[in-house]
């Protein structure tokens, strides 16, 4: 395949080295060697420091949709009460992944443009008095971010038992307190700010959301339930990918060894330079508000003057390969990915400079 010397895609990131090599062993059985257990235990502590928590964290083979899917349904029953706060394709997904396992959902939506109101939602759930709440806390279609820290607060004050939150384009890029923010079941990937392959999903469950999980019984591929004593029994629901699980581990170790506050700084102090530059061009953000813009993507309205696939292959021809969005944003946004490591500003502004050369 054709390789790009600049990539600024918003995920999956561009895999460093380390990662690389790091799976690139011929690993014997991971259901059978007490070498992958000890690592899994290692990943586990590493991923609680950088998303901030005390929880177990169930690492799931697949893409983090599986975590998403799993987390969903191994929690809820049907008619549940679930309020959706939905800000962008992936908070409205969400929704309406809650009602095929027939959740009664209400949404609390605002447009693709703009982050969550933390009163509208406080008014909501006493409305409507959920089971859980949902929300995801940087919307990578548009650049969003939430205000889950805030969101977190009414969840608690108003008694709801679940609160769900989609981190997977935040962990490891932006401030995430998974304990403190009151978060229960909270989702990442291997793919975004973490630099790894997109082949794990991973949940960290909180002791209420392992007692909803008891109770609703679910059980398949995705179920969370048997992640609980998975390590302590030695025995996962399925041959876990050891090579997926060692490249992660290398993935944690590089965040962790440039320190978790410096890499978050580093990440917010690129973003600030992307909306500068982009401004400099006369381009205009996607979101309303700048403060909504989040630290691992910058969305981009498409210049009225060119399509976003004729910037596209220009941006290609230049060696640099950025993001259309999806949804209904389609062809109006494009976006650029400085998460994991592509959160460097020297990267971006060979990006950016081709950028300005196009449109100049």
Not at 137 to 162: C, D, F, Q
Not at 201 to 212: F, H, L, T, Y
Request: aromatic share 8%; glycine share 10%.
């Amino acid at each position: 395949m054709k390789r790009y010397p600049v990539p600024l895609v918003p995920g999956p990131t561009a895999v460093p080295p380390a990662v690389l090599e790091a799976g690139h062993y011929d690993f014997g059985s991971a259901d059978l060697e007490e070498e992958f257990f000890d690592q899994y235990a290692r990943v586990e502590e590493k991923l609680r420091a950088i998303i901030q928590t005390r929880n177990r964290i169930a690492i799931m083979s697949g893409e983090a949709m599986v975590a998403l899917w799993g987390a969903l349904k191994s929690t809820l029953s049907p008619g549940d009460r679930v309020l959706s706060v939905a800000t962008g394709v992936f908070g409205y997904g969400i929704a309406e992944m809650a009602r095929t396992i027939t959740a009664e959902v209400t949404v609390v939506g605002f447009g693709h443009d703009e982050a969550a109101d933390a009163e509208q939602v406080w008014a909501a759930i006493e409305t409507f008095r959920p089971k859980m709440v949902t929300m995801v806390h940087v919307e990578t279609p548009s650049g969003v971010v939430n205000p889950v820290a805030k969101v977190g607060e009414a969840v608690r004050a108003l008694g709801v038992p679940l609160f769900y939150v989609d981190a997977v384009a935040a962990a490891g890029g932006a401030e995430l307190a998974t304990d403190a923010w009151g978060i229960d079941l909270c989702l990442v990937g291997s793919q975004k700010c973490l630099s790894a392959p997109p082949g794990l999903g991973m949940v960290a469950v909180s002791d209420r959301a392992w007692e909803e999980i008891d109770k609703t019984g679910y059980q398949g591929y995705d179920a969370l339930a048997p992640f609980r004593e998975a390590l302590d029994r030695r025995w996962f629901p399925y041959t876990p990918c050891w090579q997926a699980i060692a490249g992660l581990e290398a993935a944690c170790d590089r965040i962790l060894s440039l320190g978790l506050a410096s890499v978050i700084q580093d990440h917010a102090e690129v973003a600030a330079h992307t909306r500068h530059r982009l401004r400099q061009m006369g381009l205009c953000l996607f979101p309303r508000h700048e403060a909504d813009c989040a630290p691992t993507v910058t969305a981009v309205r498409v210049p009225d003057a060119v399509s976003w696939d004729d910037l596209d292959r220009r941006l290609r021809a230049e060696g640099v390969v950025m993001g259309g969005s999806i949804g209904p944003l389609a062809g109006g946004v494009f976006r650029i990915g400085h998460m994991g490591t592509q959160a460097d500003l020297a990267l971006v502004d060979t990006g950016l400079d081709a950028l300005a050369r196009i449109l100049a």
